[in-house]
């Protein structure tokens, strides 16, 4: 069985007096690793963590994420796609590296368990999800970088979508993500763009697979959180958040991994 969760993305609204507001943000929320969500709606340093984003599969919520402790291959397809070829520049392959390793690394302090290797720059030969009770399935994750008129809007940076997989057995299901699909724009790459912002973005995406949703009145930056939206915020900002903050690490841990 494969279903589909609905797309999610970044948007690019490039701001210098926001960002300089954000940069102010990320600064003071920087200071400590409280994540208590405020009763101030409106947003605000206090509001850091991330929604959590579940299904329901046959009658139990299920949190859109990998299974646990399993290692994730990745794609950077390399091929025709919607009637032109697509490929990967040089500084996106450097970025996703990045963004994956940040991940990577915070595996233990949201109980995921999750490795990341490179895989190549085609699908073949990974087998497509919906396979009942298949312990051994490898999940995978394909980024494909695609002109912005692909994209959902001439302002998003990047979807995510993801198909499920059973782990189980067809007596005790265990479902999770199977597969992945993660398209980018190809804007980034010639629009000057720094490594450190793709790298942020393509965490970010990867925290949608880590059932994360888009937070819009989430504190982004240093002790917020790396789903706030919109990404774009930190566009031309100093901080470096190229992967998952302590806020995101507390709601993939209680959503996801609570083992």
Known sequence: MTTRHKNTRTSAIPSPFRVLVVSVFGALAASGQVCT?????????????????????????????????????????AGFYNGYYTYF??????SIATAYSNWASSASQNESGLSYIYYGTNDSGLNDAGSQGNPDFQPWHQWIVVNQSDLSSPSTLGETSSAWQNYGSNAEPYWAIGTAESRVTNAMSYSGYSQSFE?????HEIGHTMALLDCVLCQQGAGGTIMSYSSSLLEYS?????????????????????Y
């Open 89 to 94: 520049p040089s500084d996106y392959t450097t």
């Open 199 to 203: 790298a942020h973005v393509f965490a």
């Open 238 to 258: 100093s901080l470096n958040i190229t992967g998952p903050q302590y806020c995101d690490n507390q709601q993939v841990q209680q959503t996801a991994y609570p």
């Open 37 to 77: 969500l405020s009763p101030n709606t409106t947003g605000g340093p206090q509001y850091n963590q991330p929604q959590p984003e579940v299904v329901t599969i046959y009658g139990t919520n299920v949190a859109v994420a990998w299974p646990q402790s399993y290692e994730v291959l990745y794609v950077e397809f």
